[in-house]
């Protein structure tokens, strides 16, 4: 499996989190679409594996446990990266969150440090910015970090962030 794939999984699954704490906070925070956008504080934690690769991209997914959204799932494409050791920047382009009532789509970058003990993910940065369904219009951003293994092809990210309603 490739290491780096794993890392961007995670940034991605951290979108998708993010993105379901948007839906959680849209569903219980507000009734009116006409208000005035605000942003509503979340946190989770994500757990995610590389399902497989195809046509040179790692395809990844996992599942979430939100503050306020409770349990989504997540899911998203890298391209494959060479199993190293050493330090490997992610950049997921597709990161998506699925909840019962919609979803949250963007970016994750993130920093993976790959060892022979482990591996660490670091200045994960997210930005859900497409939203559909009950979260139309509405966007998450955040940042997440977390540890896993390439050998092991587990991960788990926790993540802070903002939702901003429409």
């Known amino acids: 499996m490739i290491r780096s794939s794993r890392l961007l999984a995670g940034a991605a699954v951290g979108a998708a989190v993010l993105a379901?704490?948007?839906?959680?906070?849209?569903?219980?925070?507000?009734?009116s679409r006409a208000a005035a956008a605000k942003a509503v504080a979340d946190s989770g934690t994500l757990w995610f594996s590389v399902t497989h690769v195809t046509n040179g991209l790692d395809?990844?997914?996992?599942?979430?446990?939100?503050?306020?959204?409770?349990?989504?799932?997540?899911?998203y494409s890298i391209k494959t990266i060479a199993n190293t050791t050493g330090t490997v920047t992610i950049d997921a382009k597709n990161v998506t969150m699925y909840t019962g009532t919609g979803t949250l789509s963007g970016t994750?970058?993130?920093?993976l440090t790959i060892t022979s003990t482990g591996d660490t993910i670091t200045n994960g940065k997210l930005k859900l910015t497409k939203g559909a369904g009950s979260l139309k219009g509405d966007s998450l951003s955040g940042t997440f970090s977390g540890s896993g293994s390439t050998t092991a092809n587990q991960y788990e990210v926790q993540y802070t962030g903002k939702l901003k309603k429409a």
Do not use: E, F, P
């Open 59 to 75: 395809h990844a997914a996992g599942n979430s446990s939100d503050k306020r959204l409770g349990t989504g799932v997540v899911s």
């Open 20 to 31: 379901s704490t948007a839906l959680v906070a849209t569903a219980q925070g507000s009734t």
């Open 108 to 111: 994750a970058t993130a920093t």
